[in-house]
Nanobody
Framework: MCSLQASGGGLVQEGESLRLSCAAS????????WYWYRQAPGKQRELVAG???????NYADSVKGRFTISRDNAKNTVYLQMNSLKPEDTGVYFC???????????????WGKGTQVTVSS
């Protein structure tokens, strides 16, 4: 059984940085892709960044040039380096993983427990 745990959130001032991490446990066959989402109160959850097994990355337009997603395959961990944070980056950040759950290559998606990021102006 796979479980994900995000950490690294906190309260920071505008312009400061945070580094989020999300570690997966119970991985038998590996993680194909990792994603970071965020959700502000009263808003829909939005995709912030993603990284695939081929190291291809994608970012929401609002964070391009400021956020960097990376992964450590050996540790089954994904990171999100967030620089030049803005108040509009405030929200609960969730990690999501496309996990291989069988030898045949079947994949399921799993959500991690969110971590709160608050950016004050």
């Amino acid at each position: 059984m796979c479980s994900l745990q995000a950490s690294g959130g906190g309260l920071v001032q505008e312009g400061e940085s945070l580094r989020l991490s999300c570690a997966a446990s119970g991985i038998a066959f590996g993680v194909r892709a990792w994603y970071w989402y965020r959700q502000a109160p009263g808003k829909q959850r939005e995709l912030v960044a993603g990284i695939t097994s081929a190291a291809s990355t994608n970012y929401a337009d609002s964070v391009k040039g400021r956020f960097t997603i990376s992964r450590d395959n050996a540790k089954n961990t994904v990171y999100l380096q967030m620089n030049s944070l803005k108040p509009e980056d405030t929200g609960v950040y969730f990690c999501n993983a496309a996990v291989v759950v069988s030898a045949s290559g079947t994949m399921w998606t799993y959500w991690g427990k969110g971590t709160q990021v608050t950016v004050s102006s």
